[in-house]
């Protein structure tokens, strides 16, 4: 049985990676361990946020006196700082074996097994494809707090704010698919959660890329329907905010939280407009009225 210890930098988003990806690793036989005694040690992180890309980097730099002496652990980098940097941590780190960009996160408990098997080689998992998603199947079990849950309803971000770099690191806008997060969100009621945390880059365009016209105020009715007995979101866009969100807010006040994180970004139209935020000031009041 092979063992991993894993450490998570950056947002929510990485936190709920990082406990699927350990559920995952659990069902597939790998058990995790301290850092001394782990055969690769997972860095999963982020690169939107300059701090948590500069501790992965400093990260990383504190295993070559190991590496020269035992020749191990190997290191795992995932997550988006691997899709923007992992090349680099490659070439530079000879103990970085592994990198996978966060739409390769289902394939991550397969490249380790590979990696371990053939441990001469690299393992590169790189998000090439902007739309595609190789999901990890299942709820996030493993996790720090057994009370509180993230669950991500949509990937990626197709709005290309002038200063962002999420849509490059983490792709086009994604939906899953409405089942799925129920069937999450109910695995982890029985399992014992109290709270959760809808996720995504901007969560009020859930199901614009569905056909059928399910929307995100219809996941948070369902969601709250699911027996969970607090449920919160986050983040939301200005300019896809929507009044029936707040009807469900309203009608389902015994279990959603009464929180919005509405980002305004600037107070200026010609800000705004150079950030390519989609919405004037007005617009913004508009949408808090
Ligand atoms: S909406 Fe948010 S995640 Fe998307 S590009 Fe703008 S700042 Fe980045």
Known sequence: ?????????????????????????????WSEAPE??????????CSIRDKAEQKVWSDLGRF????????????????????NA??????????VRFISGPRHIGA???????????PGEAVALLDDD???????????????????????IAHGCDNFCSYCIVPYVRGRFL???????????????SDGVKEITLLGQNVNSYGADFIDGYTFSRLLRDGA??????????????????????????ERSDVICPSINLPIQSGSDRILKMMNRGYTLDQYRRAME
């Not at 990485?14 to 036989?29: F, I, P, R, S, W």
């Not at 992992?86 to 103990?95: A, E, I, Q, T």
């Not at 939906?175 to 009621?189: D, N």
């Not at 027996?227 to 969100?245: A, C, M, N, Q, Y």
Request: glycine residues 10%; proline residues 7%; contains cysteine.
């Open 1 to 29: 049985m092979y063992r991993y210890s894993i450490k998570v930098y950056g947002c929510q988003m990485n936190v709920y990676d990082g406990d699927k990806l350990k559920t995952a690793l659990g069902a597939a036989g």
């Open 130 to 152: 902007p739309r595609a998603f190789e999901e990890l199947e299942g709820a996030p079990l493993e996790r720090g707090n057994p009370w509180k849950a993230y669950v991500t």
């Open 225 to 250: 329907a699911t027996g969970v007995e607090r449920l919160r979101f986050v983040t939301s866009h200005p300019k896809d905010f929507t009044p029936d969100i707040v009807d469900v807010m309203v």
């Open 64 to 83: 070559a006196p190991r590496w020269e002496r035992e020749g191990r652990p190997f290191v795992a980098v995932t997550g988006c700082i691997a899709q």
């Open 86 to 95: 992992g090349r680099k941590m490659l070439s530079r780190f000879p103990w």
């Open 108 to 118: 991550v408990p397969e490249g380790l097994d590979r990696l371990m098997a053939c």
């Open 36 to 45: 001394e005694e782990a055969d690769v040690v997972i860095l999963n992180g």
């Open 175 to 189: 939906s899953r698919s409405p089942g799925e997060i129920l069937e999450e969100m109910a695995a982890l009621v």
